[in-house]
């Protein structure tokens, strides 16, 4: 098994950051253009906690490496199985995801957290568990865990990038919005 870990801040409050995370598979983001579908499963709010719980299927075209597609004879269409937690009393967004596709082959558990760190920053960590099931092919699996990791490295800059533009556009929407409301409160009492 092999483990990436990242951690970032994002110059966006956690309110903003929590409120990004539904849409940061959106048209603004140009680095998620692998992402083809994002469907709610489920979504409840555990009533003595106030948890809100949302399961989530993303659909993502994925390139695995040449030589496993031939050997599976596979389409390069993936599913994720994502669970987020999101508690507004702590302040803290919890997403837990795996892959479905290829399970029986790389299991991949990943774990996201955003908290605040002040009012205006939120801490982003990320950790990938990795683990290739290929039997007693100690080299093979290692080959495989360490592609895995090194993707999740450039997949992981990349999504900054796409969430730090979608905070933005955002952050500049919610902007007009409110100002638009301010200019016809000033025109009605006017």
Not at 12 to 36: A, F, L, M, R
Not at 113 to 124: A, I, K, N
Not at 126 to 153: D, M, Y
Request: charged letters at 25%; aromatic letters at 8%.
């Amino acid at each position: 098994m092999k483990v990436f870990s990242n951690d970032c801040t994002f110059n966006y409050s956690w309110e903003e950051v929590s409120t990004g995370n539904w849409v940061k598979y959106c048209p603004w983001n140009d680095q998620s253009t692998h992402v083809i579908a994002v469907d709610t499963l489920s979504r409840q709010v555990d009533p003595k906690t106030g948890i809100l719980r949302t399961e989530r299927l993303i659909t993502c075209k994925q390139s695995a490496p040449q030589w496993l597609n031939s050997l599976m004879g596979s389409s390069d269409v993936s599913l994720v199985f994502e669970t987020s937690y999101v508690d507004l009393a702590s302040k803290k967004v919890t997403m837990t995801s795996s892959n479905m596709t290829w399970s029986n082959l790389l299991s991949v558990h990943e774990t996201v957290v955003y908290q605040p760190l002040s009012e205006r920053q939120t801490r982003f960590s990320q950790e990938a568990k990795i683990t290739a099931l290929c039997g007693g092919w100690q080299k093979v699996k290692n080959a495989v865990e360490e592609a895995t990791v090194c993707r999740f490295s450039e997949n992981a800059r990349k999504g900054k990038e796409g969430f730090e533009s979608v905070l933005e556009m955002s952050r500049r929407v919610f902007s007009e919005e409110r100002q638009k409301e301010q200019n016809q409160r000033k025109m009605v009492a006017a």
